[in-house]
């Protein structure tokens, strides 16, 4: 009797355990993730993406010296000729010699492609999946617009820096374009030319402008219809189509006035500035710390890597009353680790690491403007716009007479270089204008401690082949990484 | 599920209708045990001498026999002596001595016991003994050596860290090739450290499809059974008491360096150098060099009467002289105690018994700062109510206490790497000019944390004065639970069913102080995270032994389990501290951070398995399990593993009987399927979107593409093998040959990075592992009070890839430095896959490396990244093994423990850390560095020095070296006093010993530990200690 009411025990419990193994039993969920069909079932969904984009965009690192696109900003000073790499200082040290990104071997040659193509797969995300999601149509339209206007961004500064300038050869290849989301069954594709990419740009722009015409925004990191404009002059200008330079850069910079003199003095860091058409805000919980854009620019705090310093010659290029000229600051302390260095306070962090990164100011939207009615034969409109800038810069204004269009161009262009240093516009103005970086030994002095100090400044003036810097140089190109190459039998 | 419940209830209801006995004139019964533990013996044979009438004993040891008067019974079982005895009627218990060799080792394997002798599956064991001869702080530390066909590297040296162990070659490229771990019957979900290794009886290593498959889709990588002790039935109160106390350095030797002149002369040609490069002539670059010495390393050691110490002539002037000598990585050396006691207490009435322990562990480490604590504390009791109810729980508790420094990677606060980025030209305390030291208002020292160094140097950084002042903590508290009712439905027929749960509470606790280091710039930093995991296991297994027509035995286990695993944590980070001294993240002002996660893991089984053995001679098993894992998408939710086993036991064959000095042989062999679904994640299918929020609103990028169809890998095992003992066992040895194919491999296959994303997950591609392994031990002397025992093991194996999802896959990436490994068919998965080195320019002193392919002719070249990567050999080992060797001299016991790995490369990245060519400003410098290029020393393999990096000390072969080593990991030698001695003062036992870990060290490279990670790339980590220890073994 006793082993029959066992074996009845034993068989209740397992018709009681093998019923409650459902399907239902497996169910488990990620925490921290949303499936595709829950991402793109509303436009409040893919809102959180095209913002979760742009954080990507901006902060995402895959080491310390590759702090978002940030990364590719700085890049493009130490390439040049106005900010080095101080040596002996982590973060730009290979860049500044021209090694990598050159090197497609690099952490950062693959850092510089990832980063700007995970942004393309998202945006073609948004613009596949949008359409059938709930919300409204002007909802849609908005999600849309952004999506547009991040991926031209992508192409336009893939375009710029992965081959030579249009004037130069457009037909020469550029990077693969993709306009669909990436599937399990999506291949690599092969380089289309710089024309067909810069093509995509336009089409990209032009939906966006349409498709932005009403968008509000409310936080300054988000393309609206001005930062869609001052994009499409930035494309205008690489390919020398100078009207329509002119003309959206005017309409971009519509409503932000240029700072005034007091006001760049203030640090670079807060996107609340009247000038910013663009900016990232940072907040204290999810910003780069130690190895940010500021932990690099910034040279102001007492420890941190500090590694972007500016030429001491292009201190020179000031005249005495630029209120810029007032942010540089000599190191005679000789237990400074920046002793002997100029320092450059234009970028200032905020206390809590929080600095916002700027992405468009209206500066450099006037500064496309007069260059561009500057080719164009226009040079009253030209120094309209420039002289706009220069006053707010507590400088006099020039006057027409005293130039004609070329010199008026090469004055335009020294004030990119004066008012657009460490914004990451220096290298592909370079192979914008087919020129070679000038880098010479410094031979300056500057008083201090009772002597004259011989001010730091380059150590590397030639390729790493020991050549001379020329222009159009491959080494100042960024390359397509190895993984690329490993992987896509397109390419 | 229904089918199943049905094939159950039927089997139940057969066994309760038990047949009725057949009654003759006298009947003898009794139960049969081992000698030495008490256990019963299952399946001993019991013949009627000169008869043809036998029984066999069931699983209780228990037997019955019809026998005529007057006659005598023969209880014979192998591994054990047999006894000749008169039947005597009504009850005649005996017990069996186990022949001393290790076919009568009873080994725990999957949900049971086997005798070593009769196992089809291919186990090893480790036991007590060996475990306890061991001065490691986890068990999984232990088996180094020790295990045929185990691989064991232990990367780190850090107290309470963890060994890697591979077995039987790599089963896997991208989900885990670690094997699971079982602890008293369940899958463990705990920490590996918060094991005693004092409360192990016994740890079993199932490496075959028969051993294993039962485990199924957590099999595939073998699997490691942790048995604790237990008390034994009819024991006397024992108690047990081990204490020892030793102190513990380091194993090998670091890299040696150079001195500060050296330093200063080799800078100032770099300086030099890269003048002469930008086009200076050889009078001003020179010059340049001098003046700008002393300002590029931001020190002079040489105090303010030198202040250009090094003249044009790239020498040091006449005179100067370092006014200190310091060593950063000294400086964080120091003799590590090791402090061990633990206490057991075991014992047992007629139905109960019982072991109770406690342990306590502080293993301090020789690099400060590094240190690990762990109270632990076990009671293990099993009773047998009547003879219808067993029930036992082992209920374990620990608490472990680690502080771990950053202690791997490049980063500047490594506590392991610091003296390779720290110059020994700058001094640890502040110094004024004339090399006196800078003291504060208390007189005392100053830390001298260098922030006028440069950041290549470690500016901001002295780990000494960081120490004491920073945190890097990990608690653990750990409750083991393991408990199991057994109902005997009839003779031979249990039904068991066991609920096992592992909880563990973590807590960490990172702190970096606002006033001195890294901390400096945002006023101080904490994070503090906690998480709970609770793992458990529930099973009910029936379980039915029977024999018919006398020489057939069967054995039948059916069963059901499911396992839950849940974890769940949370996270917090603040910085800027407005006060020294206060570590808590209530002390500091910003919030940075805070997060939390919980993920969910289970699955659900079916498990059968059949054992026959024919009279002792044949036997045969099979087994099969069916597992859902929660892990996969509903429609590859579900996998089947089996194996298949069977084993000829030749010696108990008439025509071996009588060869008297064999004393066994044994041939088996086993075949099946066992998975592996251990992908890492536990989301292995659908397309996902991480969540990553911006400035307050809700944000979300991609993260993985969907597939669908992912399932788990499949492990296809072959196993063939030999045992055999002879001359009265004192030379025995098994031989084995493997074959494991692994199937459906997890690969991440990449994709074009200009598709968004870096890979794929997929089941595409297959790999083999073919092999042998054995071992041999043998009773070398045994004459007049001395015995030398000596043991030798060893395995080869060689790993293939059979097939892949594309031609090749670049493998093996060290963060800044690139790939290191090639996949293609043909080779294995760790195939170092790099630049090759050409040597010198003997010209310019340019690094040269080779490019091009043999065909078209191979060529050299300069730039890093224009050379091409070869294959340059892998980084497995071609044998390995240990040997181990006990001596005993009347109450003397001295054995060793000698672990090898021949063959294989290591690539030494701690060795490029320190090679660079001068772009690197007080950054440590190899004193291979003095061998460098010049005009003078054309033909050298260590390139020009200059400024700017050459990429010279980039991956490439260069760096690749031999990786044979021979470690010798334990030295023991011990005296037992005389028990007439000890009896005296009330003691059973008393042994003093005295022990050594890792005394030697037999590897070519200088400065680098040769336990590295199986991949075989150094990863700046922690070397390996050495422990001297003294201790006593009491018992009462």
Redesign the interface.
């Known amino acids: 009797m006793?082993?029959?009411n066992?074996?009845f025990i034993?068989?209740v419990?397992?018709?009681f355990?093998?019923?409650s193994?459902s399907?239902s039993?497996?169910?488990?969920?990620?925490?921290?993730?949303?499936?595709?069909n829950?991402?793109f079932s509303s436009t409040?969904?893919i809102?959180?993406?095209v913002?979760?984009?742009?954080?990507?965009l901006m902060?995402n690192a895959t080491?310390q010296d590759n702090p978002g696109f940030a990364a590719i900003m700085l890049t493009n000073e130490v390439m040049g000729e106005d900010a080095i790499a101080r040596?002996?200082?982590?973060g730009f040290?290979?860049s500044y010699?021209f090694?990598d990104p050159?090197?497609?071997?690099?952490?950062r040659a693959?850092f510089f492609?990832?980063l700007l193509?995970?942004v393309?797969?998202?945006a073609?995300?948004i613009l596949a999946n949008t359409d059938r999601a709930d919300g409204t149509d002007d909802e849609k339209k908005w999600l849309k617009g952004q999506a547009y206007a991040l991926r031209a961004f992508a192409y336009l500064n893939l375009v710029q820096q992965y081959q030579f300038t249009y004037a130069k050869d457009k037909d020469a290849p550029a990077?693969?374009i993709?306009t669909e989301p990436?599937?399990?069954a999506?291949?690599?594709?092969s380089r289309a030319t710089v024309e067909a990419v810069y093509n995509q740009v336009f089409a990209d722009l032009a939906n966006a402008e349409q498709l932005l015409e009403t968008y509000q925004r409310t936080?300054k990191?988000r393309p609206n219809l001005h930062v869609v404009k001052g994009l499409m002059a930035r494309a205008y200008l690489a390919t020398e189509q100078w009207e329509l330079a002119a003309q959206k850069a005017r309409e971009a910079r519509e409503g932000f006035p240029i700072m005034s003199a007091q006001q760049y003095l203030e640090g670079f860091n807060d996107a609340s500035n009247v000038e910013w058409i663009w900016g990232h805000?940072q907040?204290?919980?999810?910003n780069l710390?130690?190895a940010s854009f500021f932990a690099y620019i910034d040279v102001t705090?007492?420890?941190?890597?500090r590694?972007i310093m500016p030429d001491p010659y292009f201190w020179q290029l000031f005249d005495d009353q630029d209120i810029r000229k007032s942010l540089f600051e000599f190191e005679g302390d000789?237990?400074?680790?920046i002793?002997?260095w100029l320092k450059y306070k234009k970028f200032i962090n905020k206390p809590?690491?929080a600095g916002h990164i700027p992405l468009m100011r209206a500066s450099e939207q006037a500064l496309i403007e007069a260059e561009s009615e500057a080719r164009l034969g226009h040079l009253s409109a030209a120094l309209l716009a420039l002289n706009e800038l220069r006053l707010k810069r507590n400088l006099p204004e020039l006057e027409e007479t005293a130039f004609n269009a070329a010199q008026l161009i090469e004055e335009i262009l020294l004030e990119r270089r004066r008012e657009l240093w460490g914004e990451g516009f220096r290298l592909t103005d370079i192979l914008r204008l087919q020129r070679a970086v000038d880098r010479s030994?410094s031979t300056l002095t500057y008083p201090a401690n009772g002597q004259h100090l011989l001010i730091k400044g380059h150590?590397?003036?030639?390729f790493?082949?020991?050549s001379p810097l020329v222009a159009n140089s491959p080494y100042y190109l960024f390359s397509i990484?190895?993984?690329?190459w490993?992987?896509?039998p397109n390419? | 599920m229904k089918p199943l419940i049905f094939i159950l209830s039927c089997l139940i209801g057969l066994i309760v209708n038990p047949t009725a006995g057949l009654a003759r004139q006298e009947t003898v019964q009794g139960q049969v045990r081992d000698a030495n533990t008490n256990e019963p013996l299952a399946g001993v044979n019991i013949v009627v001498k000169g008869t043809e009438t036998t029984t066999t004993t069931n699983s209780d040891g228990r037997y019955t026999i019809h026998v005529a008067a007057n006659t005598t019974l023969v209880f014979s079982y192998i591994g054990y002596e047999s006894r000749e005895l008169p039947a005597t009627t009504g009850t005649l218990d005996v017990s069996l001595n186990p022949v001393n060799s290790a076919l009568s080792e009873v080994v725990v394997v999957a949900y049971g016991t086997a005798t070593k002798a009769t196992y089809t599956g291919s186990a090893s064991v480790v036991s007590a003994t060996e475990i306890n001869k061991q001065q490691v702080s986890s068990v999984s530390r232990t088996l180094q050596g020790l295990v045929p066909g185990l691989q064991s590297v232990a990367s780190a040296g850090q107290p309470g860290s963890d060994a890697e162990i591979r077995l039987r070659g790599i089963g896997s490229v991208n989900a885990s090739s670690a094997p699971l771990y079982v602890v008293d019957g369940a899958p463990y979900a705990g920490d590996i450290n918060a094991i005693n290794p004092a409360d192990i009886q016994s740890i079993s290593v199932l490496k075959d499809a028969a051993a294993s498959a039962l485990y199924g889709s957590r099999g595939a990588n073998g699997v490691i059974i942790i048995t604790t002790k237990q008390g034994n039935f009819d024991a006397n109160p024992t108690v047990t008491l081990n204490a020892n106390s030793g102190i513990s350095n380091r194993a090998v030797e670091d890299y040696s360096k150079l001195s500060t002149q050296h330093y200063f002369e080799l800078q100032w040609e770099a300086l030099r150098n890269n003048q002469l490069d930008q086009g200076k002539t050889p009078e001003e670059a020179a010059q340049y060099a001098s003046n700008e010495l002393v300002n590029t390393l931001k020190i002079n050691p040489f105090g303010p009467s030198y202040p250009n110490p090094v003249g044009s002539n790239g020498r040091l002037l006449a005179g100067a002289t370092p006014l200190w000598n310091d060593d950063w990585a000294e400086s964080l050396a120091r003799n590590g105690m090791r402090n061990q006691i633990d206490l057991g207490i075991s014992g047992g009435g007629n139905s109960s018994r019982y072991f109770v322990s406690g342990g306590y562990l502080r293993d301090q480490g020789f690099i400060i700062g590094s240190q690990f604590t762990r109270l632990s504390a076990r009671v293990n009791y099993n009773t047998k109510v009547n003879r219808w109810f067993e029930t036992g729980v082992n209920i374990s508790a620990s608490t472990t206490n680690q502080d771990a420094p950053p202690q791997s990677d490049s980063n500047t606060g490594n506590y392991a790497n610091i003296g390779r980025l720290i110059a020994n030209i700058y001094p640890l305390y502040e110094r004024n000019p004339d090399g006196s030291y800078k003291l504060d208002h208390n007189g005392n020292r100053i830390y001298d944390f260098g922030n006028y160094r440069p950041s290549t140097a470690s500016a901001g950084t002295n780990l000494l004065g960081q120490a004491y002042l920073n945190k890097h903590n990990n608690k653990r508290d750990l409750i083991t639970f393991r408990g199991h009712v057994q109902l005997n439905l009839v003779p031979g027929l249990h039904f068991k069913s066991s609920i096992n749960a592992d909880y563990t509470n973590a807590l960490n606790h990172s702190y970096t102080n606002p006033d001195f280091g890294s901390g400096v710039a945002n006023r101080g930093s904490v994070t503090k995270s906690a998480s709970r995991a609770l793992g458990y296991t529930f099973n009910n297994l029936l379980d039915y032994t029977f024999d018919f027509a006398e020489r057939h035995h069967v054995n039948i286990l059916a069963g059901q389990e499911i396992y839950v695993y849940n974890v769940s944590s949370l996270s917090g980070g603040r910085s800027n501290f407005g006060f020294s001294g206060k570590q808590e993240p209530a002390a500091a002002s910003l919030i940075t951070a805070f997060t939390g996660l919980s993920d969910n893991y289970k699955l659900a089984s079916f498990l059968g398995k059949l054992e026959y053995n024919y009279d002792q001679r044949y036997f045969f098993s099979a087994s099969f399990r069916r597992d859902g894992s929660s892990r996969f998408s509903p429609e590859s939710r579900w996998g089947d593993f089996w194996s298949l086993g069977a084993s000829w036991n030749a010696k108990s064959e008439a025509f071996l009987a009588d060869v008297s000095w064999l004393d066994n042989l044994t041939i088996r062999t086993s075949y099946g399927a066992q998975g592996n679904d251990n992908l890492g994640g536990y989301y292995a299918y659908q397309d996902l979107y991480s969540i990553y929020n911006s400035l307050g609103q809700a944000g979300l990028i991609t993260a993985r593409l969907p597939t669908p169809g992912l399932k788990w890998e499949t492990n296809l095992n072959f196993n063939a093998a030999l045992d055999f003992a002879i001359l009265n066992n004192r030379l025995s040895g098994t031989f084995e040959v493997y074959k494991r194919s692994s199937k459906d491999l997890l690969f991440s296959r990449p994709l074009a990075p200009s598709l968004g994303f870096g890979e794929i997950d997929d089941n595409i591609g297959s790999l083999q592992n073919t092999g042998f392994e054995g071992q041999l031990q043998g009773v070398l002397v045994n004459a007049s009070g001395f015995r030398w025992n000596l043991g030798v093991n060893f395995a080869h194996f060689t790993n293939k890839i059979t097939e892949l999802p594309q031609n090749e896959i670049i493998s093996g990436n060290v963060g800044q430095l690139g790939s290191t490994k090639k996949l293609v068919v043909g080779s294995s998965v760790y195939d170092f896959y790099i630049r090759e080195w050409a040597g010198v320019d003997p010209e310019n002193g340019k690094p040269l490396w080779y490019k091009g392919d043999a065909s078209s002719g191979r060529s050299t070249t300069s730039v890093f990244a224009d050379a091409d990567q070869y294959f340059q050999g892998s980084s497995l080992p071609d044998f390995y093994g240990g040997v181990t060797s006990t001596f005993t001299y009347k109450r003397f016991e001295l054995s060793a423990l000698l672990a090898y790995s021949l063959g294989g490369k290591i690539l030494d990245l701690d060795r490029v850390m320190l090679s660079h060519n001068g772009e690197n400003f007080g950054r440590t410098w190899s004193s291979d560095m003095l061998n460098r290029w010049t005009p003078d020393n054309p033909n050298t393999d260590i390139p020009r020095l200059t400024t700017v990096t050459t990429g010279w000390n980039g991956i490439s072969s260069r760096f690749l070296y031999d990786a044979s080593y021979a470690r010798l990991r334990n030295v023991n030698l011990a005296y037992t006093f005389p028990s007439s001695w000890t009896s005296r003062i009330g003691l059973q036992h008393l042994r003093v010993y005295g022990r050594g870990e890792n005394l030697l060290t037999f590897f070519g490279p200088d400065g680098l530990d040769p336990e590295q990670a199986v991949d075989g790339v150094t990863f700046y980590r922690y070397p390996a200690q050495k422990t001297f220890t003294f201790g006593m073994d009491i018992s009462f």
Request: aromatic share 10%.
């Open positions: 006793k082993r029959l066992i074996t034993v068989c419990w397992l018709v355990l093998t019923t193994c399907d039993f497996f169910d488990t969920a990620p925490a921290n993730n949303l499936t595709g829950e991402a409040q969904n809102d959180a993406l913002n979760g984009t742009i954080r990507y902060e080491s040596d002996g200082v982590y040290r290979d010699p090694r050159y090197d497609n071997t690099t952490r693959l492609w990832t193509y995970k393309i797969d998202n073609n995300n990077v693969p993709y990436t599937s399990p999506s291949e690599g594709k936080v990191n805000p907040q204290a919980d999810q710390g130690g705090p007492p420890t941190g890597y590694s000789p237990s400074h680790p002793y002997r809590d690491r030994e150590y590397i003036r030639v790493p082949d020991n990484p190895v993984n690329e490993n992987n896509n390419l």
